[in-house]
């Protein structure tokens, strides 16, 4: 029983020591420049490879199939009248030998 107290005690003193260190731990935090700095170059890599895929992926073309492409043309809506046609027989978001009287379900009014 008599060296319990003493092993109490000192037990006690150590982890206030300890929280005592995490507590200023956490109060003098300090971001260096070169830390920043990375990280800045960090954040711009990666926001300059994710636009690059995102180009790559808007930039591909789709197949016929995948957009419902059929060489007839729905109603008044028609290749010749899209946006996305390119005169004579390309589209800018479509893959192949586009007709100019086709359509397909991503049809943009000029």
């Known amino acids: 029983m008599q060296q ?3 092993l109490r005690k000192k037990m ?4 206030g020591a300890m929280r005592a260190r995490m507590e200023n ?7 260096s420049r070169r830390s920043l700095l990375q990280g800045a170059a960090y954040g711009i890599g990666a926001a300059t490879v994710l636009a690059m895929t995102m ?22 809506q028609s290749c010749a009248n899209c946006r996305l046609f390119q005169a004579p027989n390309a589209c800018a978001s479509v893959d192949g030998a586009i007709s100019p009287s086709g359509w397909c379900k991503i049809w943009v009014p000029k």
């Open 4 to 6: 319990e107290i003493p």
């Open 55 to 76: 180009t790559a992926a808007r930039a591909g073309k789709m197949p016929q199939a995948a957009v419902g492409y059929k060489a007839s043309p729905n109603g008044n």
């Open 25 to 31: 731990d956490n109060d003098t935090y300090e971001l």
């Open 12 to 15: 006690k003193r150590e982890f």
